[in-house]
């Protein structure tokens, strides 16, 4: 018994939450949506045949139904096409450059390969040998080309070809490339790469002027001016658009399809907000049996209590009485033995009570004194034995006190524990009350955003059936004066109970 006396409020809870939420969430599925499957298949159903549809949905891993915005005229019901992604370049990833204006002009005049690959260079961030051993075969080629074009001069002459100093820097020294952008937005660190030599350049750079001829350079022609941009078509005047607005939306508003599917909306509102009362007073009504089951099992408590102080204050006023009997008891027979001696003190002492034929005694001095004492002690009994008698009364007297002190304690931790416990419910109460405004605000919301993609969807099938427009219905209206009436249908209960507890409370210390 004391062990459940000690259990805390928590453990006092008559239901699991996680079984009462499983519960709750059965009978809102089934009394309110009147579904079969969860409403997790339903959204996902829903988000399915919209992007089937072409209705542009956002396709994020934790897309749900509450991004799809109340404002269902503002959602575009045309197809986009969804290119693939674009991967940005990675640190690691080659980069592609385009070539200088000297590689192009001299790629339109000759078509003479070059020693190494083409223009196209690669940022690549491979090992220093990789590099080191590229660079050995670039000059290796460069020196064999060169003797290669010494035994060609020693044997015929070459026209002459006035070198560019634009073209001559850019043979000796690359091009300055920008650099690629990687994925994280950071420009990657390129390393330079030996510059591919073609064979008329190395003939520009080494052949002497004295034996060159003069060649006509044409420059190459201008590039064709870029095409203007496409001209979109020009946006319908206000006034056309808002006659286009109001026949859609009047052309939804007489559809019998929309009708239907908004009056369905309007009756699964009803039984939402039948539901949402319904389990509020669940709720009321749960809390103030809670409430009253702790106030009874108090109350018996502190019956319990009562009834034991007071058979403990009775049997300790039985055996103090016990203790003053037994003590009269003792002081008479002390009283009685006294009297006893006095008598047989004084026949002594008395010379005429002498008996014939006993021998004749001699009272002293110290019989008298004897006599004399005895005297004083009769005399003074009476108050030493009321003495006595208050002495013990008075320490039957302070340990009663000690008893009902002690009994008094005990009552007001009882009383105390029993305030603890009630504000412990009070909290918990709250916050359960908050939890289940949170809960039905969610599930409203939620509500709401299969309603609107419903209507997207029953509007998108018509449109591709008709050809024709089909505007967004009238939103479905939450009464906000409900709220403040349940509020105040709550707040007067709130009172009525407490008023109730208040004087159960009260009528629990009178007993």
């Not at 980069?95 to 005049?109: C, K, L, V």
Request: hydrophobic share 30%; aromatic share 4%.
């Amino acid at each position: 018994m004391a062990t459940s006396n000690k259990r805390s409020i928590s453990e006092r809870q008559p239901f699991d939450l996680s079984v009462q939420k499983q519960i709750n969430d059965d009978s809102y599925r089934m009394k309110v949506l009147q579904l079969d499957q969860t409403e997790d298949e339903v959204d996902q159903r829903f988000l399915q045949t919209a992007l089937e549809l072409g209705i542009n949905v956002p396709q994020d891993p934790e897309t749900t139904l509450e991004i799809v915005t109340s404002n269902i005229g503002a959602v575009d019901l045309d197809s986009a096409p969804v290119g693939p992604p674009v991967q940005p370049p990675s640190r690691t990833s080659q980069s592609i450059h385009t070539a200088s204006d000297s590689s192009i002009e001299q790629q339109r005049h000759r078509k003479t390969p070059s020693l190494t690959a083409t223009s196209i260079t690669s940022a690549s961030l491979s090992s220093a040998s990789s590099r080191k051993s590229n660079y050995v075969k670039v000059r290796e080629g460069f020196r064999r080309m060169s003797r290669l074009h010494r035994r060609k001069t020693l044997s015929a002459d070459v026209p002459f070809v006035p070198p560019r100093a634009s073209s001559m820097l850019r043979a000796v020294r690359p091009s300055i490339q920008p650099r690629p952008v990687t994925a994280d937005q950071l420009p990657a660190i390129s390393h330079p790469q030996p510059h591919a030599i073609t064979t008329d350049e190395m003939h520009t750079l080494i052949i002497p002027h004295k034996h060159a001829k003069s060649i006509d350079y044409n420059p190459p022609p201008p590039p064709p001016p870029p095409p203007p941009p496409p001209t979109s078509p020009p946006p319908p005047p206000p006034e056309e658009e808002i006659l286009a607005n109001v026949t859609a939306r009047r052309r939804s508003i007489s559809n019998p399809i929309l009708k239907k599917l908004h009056h369905a909306h309007l009756q699964e509102q009803i039984r939402f907000i039948t539901f949402e009362a319904s389990q509020n007073h669940l709720m009321r009504t749960r809390q103030l049996q809670h409430k009253r089951n702790i106030l009874a099992e108090y109350q018996q408590r502190q019956r319990d209590a009562n009834s034991r102080h007071t058979e403990a204050l009775n049997n300790l006023e039985q055996r103090q009485l016990d203790a003053e009997v037994d003590l009269n008891r003792q002081l008479e027979l002390e009283r009685q033995a006294c009297d006893t001696r006095l008598r047989h003190m004084q026949a002594y002492c008395n010379p005429r009570s002498t008996v014939q034929g006993m021998p004749d005694r001699v009272v002293t001095k110290n019989d008298y004194r004897q006599l004399e004492q005895q005297y004083h002690i009769r005399n003074g009994m009476d108050n030493l034995h009321a003495s006595r008698i208050n002495v013990l009364r008075e320490k039957q007297g302070k340990q009663t006190e000690r008893i009902m002190a002690k009994q008094e304690a005990e009552l007001e931790a009882l009383e105390s524990e029993f305030e603890r416990h009630n504000d412990e419910l009070d909290v918990n109460f709250e916050e359960e009350e908050r939890n289940l405004q949170q809960e039905f605000a969610e599930r409203k919301k939620r509500l709401i955003a299969r309603w609107n993609l419903a209507e997207l969807i029953e509007r998108r099938k018509l449109e591709l059936e008709k050809g024709v427009q089909y505007g967004p219905l009238p939103a479905v209206k939450w009464s906000h004066d409900s709220n403040g009436v349940r509020e105040r249908r709550d707040e007067r209960m709130r009172g009525e109970n407490a008023h109730e507890v208040s004087m159960a409370y009260d009528a629990m210390n009178m007993i």
